[in-house]
């Protein structure tokens, strides 16, 4: 990963400013409107001793890539890759863990959306297998709406001999599948639990679904086939919320 990237927009660099204030090398917002609604963002940073600088637009749609930045940008620098020996000490963090495993998700705005939904739900922690999936990209933050810098993302080598430990912690697996017998609303999530979901358009693959206790299908309208891998997410996760309040 590189040294520093950049985080666009107004929740992205909210989020690192209240939370990694550290990481934030500078700032750079628009002249004009943009710097006075960001007044007190700005606040925010000027007491963390962070530059600012004031630029342009079209020096800022430059930078981003695109026009969909709020007037604001953050330089960072990206929070220490997870890895599966982070693991145990996360699970140890909580009494009652709840995790989001994705297999395979390219695509970084489905990861980005995966996150928003794992950080409303009280995850604490998405893992991803390193090879062949999103990583922590300027995308995915902004997909993410700054989320991405409060739920911990862990790549692991070997996703199956990962979730394999995962069991061996007491923690329980199901793998979403359109063609599981039983359906979400069927089973207990109120303890250590893991949710599995696969890759847009595949689903998971054949190693990763043995190695789930049990699969579970989110029941639906007959003529729809599927859903988009975030909104899979935010139904079973948010099952899970529901049990467990």
């Known amino acids: 990963m590189s040294q520093e990237l950049w985080l666009i927009g107004t929740h992205p660099v909210q989020t690192a400013l209240e939370r990694h204030p550290q990481r934030v090398l500078e700032l750079r917002?628009?002249?004009?409107?943009?710097?006075?609604?960001?007044?007190?963002?700005?606040?925010?940073?000027?007491r963390a001793g962070i530059a600012i600088q004031r630029v342009d637009i079209q020096s800022l749609n430059k930078l981003a890539g695109a026009d969909r930045h709020q007037g604001?940008?953050?330089?960072?620098?990206?929070?220490?890759?997870?890895?599966?020996?982070?693991?145990?000490?996360?699970?140890?963090?909580?009494?009652?863990?709840?995790?989001?495993?994705?297999?395979?998700?390219?695509d970084p705005h489905n990861l980005g959306a995966c996150l928003r939904v794992a950080a409303a739900s009280g995850v604490d922690a998405v893992v991803v297998p390193k090879d062949r999936a999103a990583g922590?990209?300027?995308?995915?933050?902004?997909?993410?709406?700054?989320?991405?810098?409060?739920?911990?993302?862990?790549?692991?080598?070997?996703?199956?001999?990962?979730?394999?430990?995962?069991?061996?912690?007491?923690?329980?697996?199901?793998?979403?599948?359109?063609?599981?017998?039983?359906?979400?609303?069927?089973?207990?999530?109120?303890?250590?639990?893991?949710?599995?979901?696969?890759?847009?358009?595949?689903?998971m693959r054949k190693l990763t679904r043995e190695k789930c206790d049990h699969l579970i299908r989110i029941p639906m309208a007959a003529g729809v086939e599927s859903l988009n891998v975030s909104v899979a997410a935010g139904v079973c996760l948010f099952e899970a919320l529901r049990q467990r309040q």
């Open 136 to 203: 922590l990209t300027p995308a995915v933050h902004r997909a993410s709406a700054g989320t991405s810098l409060m739920v911990p993302l862990v790549q692991v080598t070997n996703l199956a001999r990962c979730m394999e430990k995962l069991k061996a912690s007491g923690v329980w697996i199901a793998g979403a599948a359109g063609e599981a017998e039983q359906t979400l609303y069927q089973h207990d999530y109120r303890g250590p639990f893991a949710f599995v979901l696969g890759a847009e358009g595949e689903g």
């Open 72 to 106: 604001i940008a953050a330089r960072f620098r990206p929070l220490p890759v997870l890895n599966d020996g982070d693991l145990p000490e996360l699970l140890k963090r909580s009494d009652n863990p709840l995790l989001l495993i994705l297999d395979q998700v390219q």
């Open 29 to 46: 917002v628009v002249r004009g409107d943009p710097e006075r609604r960001l007044s007190a963002l700005l606040d925010t940073a000027k």
